[in-house]
């Protein structure tokens, strides 16, 4: 498998844009995060599902993000409309379960830049 | 609250030398620590995963060790090498994955 596959790398766009970021998770694995990690706060937890059904997000900062998980290989995470302080690198990761002695894996991360 | 706190904030220690970075949390109910190692530009990855039980874990040079009663973790690396240099985030979970809470991590820096 070639792990947690995320699109694009990196997106600069302006502000007011509306911005998708996409993710594959490994196939077979239940469950999907979205983090986002700033310089100031670290990796913060937005939002996850389980088996394409969203659990918890509590973690999305305002009702500008939206994540929707369509099926068991894909999900998007989009900005509508955009900020500057929306800047940032956004992180997939998906896992066999969610606590325990399992291990998540992440993706290599989109990094957003918004002008 | 749920907090996790790291230090030294950054390190830079000479190849060959050994370090131990430091994790304090008050998480509760507990249910796993973990260390990641997060290269610059790519996204973390598990080095070791500890639950209540469990007080110490290695993965090769690394050495996680975990106190349940004072809510403490360390991570002790041995002979150091170049390509360890890196961020070492601590994240701890309570019951229930949504309640994941990350440590702001450590910077390292390997030199010659």
């Known amino acids: 498998d070639a792990g947690v596959i995320q699109s694009p790398r990196h997106e600069v766009t302006e502000m007011g844009q509306e911005v998708t970021l996409r993710c594959k998770p490994i196939?077979?694995?239940?469950?999907l995060f979205w983090y986002r990690q700033t310089m100031m706060r670290g990796l913060e937890l937005l939002i996850y599902?389980?088996?394409?059904?969203?659990?918890?997000d509590s973690g999305m900062p305002e009702d500008r993000f939206s994540a929707k998980m369509p099926n068991a290989s894909f999900s998007t995470l989009k900005i509508q409309p955009s900020e500057p302080r929306d800047s940032a690198v956004y992180f997939c990761?998906?896992?066999?379960?969610?606590?325990?002695?399992?291990?998540?894996?992440f993706g290599q991360g989109t990094r957003l830049t918004v002008v | 609250k749920n907090q996790v706190e790291q230090s030294p904030q950054s390190l830079i220690i000479l190849e060959g030398k050994n370090c131990t970075l430091q994790?304090?949390?008050?998480?509760?109910?507990?249910?796993?620590l973990r260390w990641y190692k997060q290269d610059t530009g790519r996204g973390p990855v598990s080095l070791t995963i500890?639950?209540?039980?469990?007080n110490t874990k290695s993965n090769g040079r690394y050495t996680a060790t975990l106190d349940a009663d004072t809510k403490q973790s360390s991570l002790h690396i041995t002979a150091s090498q170049l390509s360890d240099s890196a961020s070492y985030i601590c994240?701890?979970?309570?019951?229930?994955?949504?309640?994941?809470?990350f440590g702001i991590g450590t910077k390292l820096q390997v030199i010659p």
């Open positions: 990761a998906s896992s066999l379960a969610a606590e325990g002695n399992t291990e998540a894996f």
């Open positions: 196939s077979g694995h239940d469950y």
């Open positions: 599902f389980n088996n394409n059904v969203p659990i918890d």
């Open positions: 994790c304090n949390y008050t998480v509760s109910p507990f249910s796993n």
């Open positions: 500890m639950t209540f039980s469990e």
């Open positions: 994240v701890v979970s309570a019951r229930g994955y949504q309640k994941v809470t």
